[in-house]
T-cell receptor, first 114, second 113 residues
């Protein structure tokens, strides 16, 4: 069964500092991997995705993520955080065998200190 | 291009009642998935519909059901509501194989009292 682990429940960074959110997945084949962001009371917004090719993927809002098969990881990074980045971030894995079932991690709540 | 639209945004129901939630996907997307989000259980997959057929199903009781219409719009129904069904219900639409990712609506906040 597929699973996703986000080991950090809460992270606090200062505005302008760099950010890395961790994600580890378990999946029997090559997965589709995603990062989503959710503001309070809102739906999920897709930040970026990986399904093949270059292991470093660029997303919206200046975010990037690197797929490392050997570590089963897909960490999200941003070089300089803005106060508006404060939100909850979810890593998700999807199957490549057809269908759109996503398995989500428990999320990381990001707080940005001014 | 319009995004995923979910109606209603907020709903209050009494225990034992039933509820129907609606989702209109992005134009051209034929796959619609539903998720339940709660503070305790996080985001959990309910089911996916593609071309009016249920393609995937999560581990929820039979009180949770759904359907999809020929125009790809989807409805989700919960019968005999329980207090624990209080949650944010999210709908997502996708291309058939999911490579582009799932695009979510704003959700329906269901409160069962």
């Amino acid at each position: 069964a597929q699973s996703v682990t986000q080991p950090d429940i809460h992270i606090t960074v200062s505005e302008g500092a760099s950010l890395e959110l961790r994600c580890n997945y378990s999946y029997g084949a090559t997965p589709y991997l995603f990062w989503y962001v959710q503001s309070p009371g809102q739906g999920l917004q897709l930040l970026l995705k990986y399904f093949s090719g270059d292991t470093l993927v660029q997303g919206i809002k200046g975010f990037e993520a690197e797929f490392k098969r050997s570590q089963s990881s897909f960490n999200l990074r941003k070089p300089s955080v803005h106060w508006s980045d404060a939100a909850e971030y979810f890593c998700a894995v999807g199957g490549t065998g057809g269908g759109n079932k996503l398995t989500f991690g428990t999320g990381t709540q990001l707080k940005v200190e001014l | 291009k319009a995004g995923v639209t979910q109606t209603p945004r907020y709903l209050i129901k009494t225990r034992g009642q039933q509820v129907t939630l609606s989702c209109s996907p992005i134009s051209g997307h034929r796959s619609v998935s539903w998720y339940q989000q709660t503070p305790g259980q996080g985001l959990q997959f309910l089911f996916e519909y593609f071309s009016e057929t249920q393609r995937n199903k999560g581990n929820f009781p039979g009180r949770f059901s759904g359907r999809q219409f020929s125009n790809s719009r989807s409805e989700m129904n919960v019968s005999t509501l329980e207090l624990g069904d209080s949650a944010l219900y999210l709908c997502a639409s996708s291309s058939p194989q999911g490579q582009a990712g799932a695009f979510f609506g704003q959700g329906t906040r269901l409160t069962v009292v």
